[in-house]
């Protein structure tokens, strides 16, 4: 790759990782500052959720459609509509009248973010030689990692102290630089002079397996960790006041997590996928036998953040090397299964609450993750290995 090309790369990937980091804290947002809106919008908290939980289903529902909508669009000109569309999602989301404009900006800028989830990682994949497009996929994933790390506590902060409205127009200056800088850097075509529309290796049986392994495995983390607070306070007796420093090294853990998963991405996919599903499985299973201890419950806290976050940019990376068709629409069907195992898992851990405890939820969560994991390890006679699979390919000479 010619050197201007690879730093214009280069600069368009913190682009990308920058625009990771701004949807996800706009997505979780209005958690944080759900009683600061109620209050000012004189709603109720649950109508104030729908903020949320609209957003999310958007999400779910709008990424294949989307994506096959716009397949044709040239990846640079769409995700550069794709970030003016937030930008303007979010400026009508800061001065919002009334609650029905907030809504219907929040269900917009909802649509953009199932559209740029599905395109941007592919694009990101796109601009590197096949070689480091793993590690480029978990250089991208960082900005998501540091979303629930950084984003969310400083808008809700700077929310709570000059009014929510200007967290998201905060959001929205962001989201207008990162714009700017995609249209401005980032390369019209991939290092080999073409989009990857299809995967590396791709294998219909094998994708599908993933989506399955995904909705599983990512619904059993959620089943456990939504209701993580509840069960650290009243299992794990921690005090209320160390609930923000526990998440906050949590969070820290999942952005290592994003960093180390990326030198396996590219030579060793396959582990990346199941080492954190163990990790993760072995980590719940910790907490629901040891969960009192606190130096282990920390631990254990630790050990999933940074796998559940290694474990989203493996999921993101193997989607496009196993592509049966367009590595867009695949990446679209992956992100989809994604959010489904969240919603999943949240439901599954509430009604679990309710009838048998809040212990309930981590060994609920170990079984199906470990069912995640039974089935990734069952591939090998699921869809018979390839001799190019690239769980052989040599390690990467160079990151991106």
């Known amino acids: 790759m010619h050197l201007t090309t690879q730093r214009r790369a280069a600069w368009a990937l913190v682009a990308l990782a920058v625009g990771a980091f701004t949807y996800v804290t706009a997505e979780v947002l209005p958690i944080g500052l759900l009683t ?6 004189d709603r109720s908290p649950s109508e104030t959720g729908l903020l949320v939980t609209g957003y999310a289903a958007v999400v779910v529902l709008a990424s294949l459609p989307l994506t096959r909508l716009t397949r044709r669009v040239p990846r640079r000109r769409l995700l550069t509509a794709t970030l003016g569309v937030f930008v303007a999602g979010m400026l009508l989301t800061a001065v919002a009248p009334n609650y029905p404009v907030l809504l219907g900006a929040r269900l917009l800028v909802a649509a953009t973010q199932a559209l740029f989830w599905s395109v941007a990682t592919p694009a990101a994949a796109a601009m590197f030689p096949p070689e480091v497009r793993g590690r480029a996929i978990a250089r991208m994933s960082i900005g998501s990692s540091l979303g629930p790390v ?13 009014g929510w409205r200007t967290a998201f127009a905060l959001a929205a200056a962001v989201g207008l630089i990162t714009c700017v800088t995609v249209a401005t850097l980032m390369p019209r075509v991939g290092s080999g002079g073409h989009e990857p529309g299809r995967g590396a290796t791709p294998d219909a049986r094998r994708y599908a397996l993933l989506i399955v392994a995904t909705v599983i495995g990512v619904g059993g983390y959620l089943t456990a960790y939504t209701y993580i607070t509840p069960f650290l306070l009243d299992f794990g007796g921690f005090a209320p006041a160390a609930l923000s420093p526990l998440l906050l090294a949590s969070g820290i853990s999942g952005v290592a997590g994003t960093i180390v998963v990326g030198r396996l991405l590219d030579s060793r996919p396959r582990t990346a996928l199941v080492g954190p599903l163990a990790l993760i ?3 719940l299973l910790t907490l629901y036998f040891f969960g009192a201890l606190h130096p282990v419950a920390v631990v254990a806290l630790c050990v999933t953040g940074m796998s559940f976050s290694a474990l989203a940019a493996a999921i993101a990376s193997r989607a496009l090397q196993v592509a049966p068709g367009s590595t867009d629409i695949a990446s679209a069907g992956s992100g989809s299964a994604f959010n489904v195992g969240i919603a999943g898992g949240s439901l599954l851990g509430g009604a679990l609450i309710d009838h048998s405890g809040v212990r309930s939820v981590t060994v609920a969560g170990a079984v199906l993750t470990a069912a995640a994991l039974a089935a990734l390890l069952c591939e090998r006679w699921v869809a018979p290995a390839r001799a190019s699979a690239p769980e052989q390919a040599a390690p990467a000479r160079s990151a991106p």
């Open 281 to 283: 499985t072995c980590a």
């Open 150 to 162: 950084l984003g969310v506590p400083v808008g809700t902060w700077l929310g709570q102290q000059v």
């Open 36 to 41: 600061v809106m109620a209050a000012d919008l």
